[in-house]
């Protein structure tokens, strides 16, 4: 009997042991490159032609006809990214309206765990008009590391086709006039 009670106590011994855990994966670093983001694309002509893509199943990031990419990653449930939605619908207004920022940055969003009909929820109800996607598998946000949200990444698209990330951090947009020119900025260097 007193085995048994050495047995069970070694099993709850190994039982409580902590196991190993994998890094995560970190969230994209200025100066590195996003991992190869696939992206359905996007139903609406207007959301197509705002990107400058063709008529594809899927497409990357590198692949908007833009000198830069803003991409937020949001939660239809993150309150804060509720919050910025006003914000970021300034931004976007700005980036079409503005002749300096319009044929050289694009803002998409991208909806981590949230489904197509959530993601259309969100767009509804804060009247978003950029392009959104859906990552209800998660997928997306565990290759750039399960940041938290909001979440802002930009990236700059060079002739060559290939990228690199010119900004990468977590929390909204303070102002968006400077915002814009912090990234301007970025992108000239």
Known sequence: MKNVFILAGIWIF??????PVSAATAPPEVGGVLPEIILATPANPEHLKYLGLKAAENFTIPQIK?????????????PHCQREAPTVNTLFN???NDIKFKDKLKLIGIGV??????????????KIAFPLF???DFKIHKMIGEVRTPYFIAVKINPDGTHRVIYSKLGGIKNVAKFLDLILGLSEK
């Open 14 to 19: 190994l039982l409580l042991l902590p196991y």
């Open 66 to 78: 833009a000198q830069v990419v803003i991409v937020e990653i949001f939660s239809m449930y993150c």
């Open 94 to 96: 700005k980036i079409i």
């Open 113 to 126: 765990g949230n489904s197509e009909f959530e993601v259309d929820v969100f767009r509804k109800n804060y």
């Open 134 to 136: 859906a990552d209800a």
